[in-house]
């Protein structure tokens, strides 16, 4: 058995490759590289460059890898502020790519798929931490597209009997702990990829978007997730289904959260760098405080997040910007 990986040279997408590759899996990726990075797919993967909505492309891939039972699907645009702008390219490439995705699964009958959903899916929460079964009203195209592709995966399910699993990951943050991948994202708009290109010299500064939010020291609070984590989620997700299982979403988060103010202490304590950091106005869309209730995942799929202490995971992300600054430099 294989697994087609969908965005295998991304920045969730490679650690899940590499995770899986250490663990003796056949693994087949798939990516246009359009925000991805050849050098951070694991060498032992098989690669093959293209879009997952050119379905003859794809027949192809299935065609040439027959033992692929299974895909992990991680491809599609993420950025909230550029969806605000463009949503017709985020329903063009994440909704209307899982479509054509579908229609080749379902021709050539591979029917399980594990995906990235979204805390965005949930818009502004109405209580923390958030469960899976609490109201998705999101407040972005970004959040709406996703949901849309949740929405899309049960009737596809109910129609052509297509299981799927559904992980909507709260923020995730990390790298590789011996720093040979890590997020290389152009234009970079996450907290603590921006917090530690300050501290590498990369970046003079870092804003702080609003400090009057609803929250104990008016910074937005979050939850973070080592993408190890995520992969180690991932594969008994795919585990889940081939046991028979019926499709479901699970949260991904460590249920504790952390405000930017925080982040930027422990990021200086981590690196040592003072960080210089300034005030500025609140970034629209931010919602006050995203936590997750994970504990869906930790007793039906058996989950266990390594890496449940901030320190550690600042850590891992340091050492791989302190020794790629520039990240993969191949574009
Ligand atoms: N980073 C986060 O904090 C976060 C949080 C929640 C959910 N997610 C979701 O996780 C997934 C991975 O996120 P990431 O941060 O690794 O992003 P990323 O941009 O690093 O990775 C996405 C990968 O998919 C590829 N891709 C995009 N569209 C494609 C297409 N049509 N055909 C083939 N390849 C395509 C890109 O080249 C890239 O390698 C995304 O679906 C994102 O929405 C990310
Ligand atoms: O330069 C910056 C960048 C971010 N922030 C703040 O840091 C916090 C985290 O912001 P990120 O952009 O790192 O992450 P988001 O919470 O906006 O979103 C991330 O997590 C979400 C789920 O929680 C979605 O999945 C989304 O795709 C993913 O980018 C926010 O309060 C943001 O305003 C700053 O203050 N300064």
């Known amino acids: 058995m294989a697994i087609l990986v969908l965005g295998g040279a991304g920045y969730i997408g490679s650690h899940t490759v590499d995770r899986l590759v250490d663990r003796g899996v056949d693994v087949v990726v798939v990516d246009s590289l359009v925000t991805g ?31 692929i039972d299974a895909v992990i699907h991680f491809a599609a645009f993420s950025l909230v502020a550029e969806s605000m702008k463009k949503p017709l390219k985020y329903f063009d490439n994440n909704t209307s790519g899982m479509i054509k995705l579908l229609e080749v699964m379902n021709e050539v009958g591979v029917k399980k798929i594990v995906f990235s959903s979204t805390a965005a899916t ?24 996703k ?17 799927f699993i559904a992980l909507r990951y709260f923020n995730v943050a990390g790298a590789k702990p011996d720093g040979s991948i890590g997020e290389d994202h152009n234009p970079e708009t996450h907290l603590l990829p921006i917090v530690l290109q300050v501290a590498a010299g990369t970046r003079e500064k870092l804003q702080i978007f609003g400090d009057d939010y609803d929250t104990p020291d008016g910074t937005n609070v979050r939850d973070y997730v ?33 405000s930017n103010m925080e982040i930027l202490k422990a990021a200086r304590e981590v690196t040592g760098k003072p960080i210089p950091a ?12 995203l936590i997750a209730a994970s504990d869906k995942a930790r007793k039906v799929l058996g989950w266990k997040p390594q890496f449940d202490d901030i320190h550690k995971i600042i850590e891992t992300a340091w050492k791989w910007h302190a020794t790629h600054p520039n990240g993969y430099q191949d574009r």
Do not use: C
């Open 147 to 163: 949901l849309m592709m949740e929405k899309i995966m049960r009737w596809s399910d109910q129609a052509y009997g297509i299981k």
């Open 37 to 67: 990075h050849r050098a951070a797919v694991n060498s032992k993967a098989k690669f093959y460059q293209g879009d997952i909505a050119d379905q003859p492309f794809m027949r192809d891939v299935f065609k040439e890898n027959p033992a």
């Open 226 to 258: 080592h993408p190890f984590d995520l992969a180690d989620a991932h594969i008994l997700a795919v585990d889940y289904l081939r046991q028979g299982h019926d499709s479901t979403a699970f949260n991904l988060g460590s249920s504790t959260g952390f």
């Open 278 to 289: 300034e005030l500025a106005p609140r970034r629209p869309g931010d919602p006050d405080t």
């Open 122 to 145: 949930y818009g502004i929460p109405e209580q923390v931490p958030i469960k899976e079964s609490d109201p998705q009203q999101p407040i972005n195209p970004y959040g709406e597209s």
